[in-house]
């Protein structure tokens, strides 16, 4: 017997069902199409690609100066303080959009944009093990921002830095308020109904 013969057998309820997943997804595409939402979610990702801890560019400025001291302002704190954006946009959009395409949408346009802008730091987020920290913090439970400013301190080598810590936790809280926002400022409807 090869592989050539072993057939894989999909009934026909788990056929049926796969097709009427399929029909809901697509016609969930077309209303959110017709009602604008997956252009706003574009819209909404390809702005907040642009969040940065300094004032350079035209993008959306969180504004630091006035709650990190000085010692936070060098390179290497300032590209972990993007990262830790990076991954606050991404969270808030899948809990704060009103679908899974909707998130899918404005963070797959979010990536896409920081990819074009950013190429070399859009590969290192994207290889990073940055991530994996802060959605273990997320999952710890209890008093997130204080688990994200665990997890920036120690993305940032200094574990165990209370000063580090309330500056992850004081990045995450701001970015948090500036995400929301934001999508609330692009308008997405609740429903795909709704125009």
């Known amino acids: 017997m090869s592989e050539n013969d072993v057939k894989i057998y999909v009934s026909k309820k788990e056929m049926n069902r796969s097709a009427s997943e399929f029909s809901g997804n697509f ?18 990702g390809a702005a907040l690609a642009t969040m940065a801890p300094t004032s350079e560019g035209d993008g ?70 940055a991530f994996t920290f802060y959605y273990l913090a997320v999952q710890k439970g209890g008093d997130i921002s204080e688990n994200i400013g665990e997890a920036f301190a120690m993305l940032c080598s200094v574990k165990n830095k209370e000063s580090f810590v309330l500056a992850g936790k004081t990045v995450w809280n701001i970015a948090v308020d500036i995400i929301e926002k934001e999508i609330e400022k692009a308008d997405i409807k609740e429903s795909a109904e709704e125009k």
């Open 27 to 44: 016609d969930a595409v077309m209303r959110h199409r017709a009602n604008g939402n997956i252009d706003k979610a574009r819209r909404l």
């Open 60 to 129: 959306i400025f969180v504004n630091l100066k006035d709650h990190l001291s000085p010692k936070f302002f060098v390179q290497d704190i300032l590209y972990q303080i993007r990262v830790l954006l990076v991954f606050a946009c991404e969270t808030i959009l899948q809990i704060e959009l009103p679908s899974e395409l909707l998130s899918t949408t404005a963070i797959s346009s979010m990536y896409h944009a920081i990819e074009e802008d950013t190429p070399g730091f859009y590969s290192n987020i994207s290889n990073g093990a």
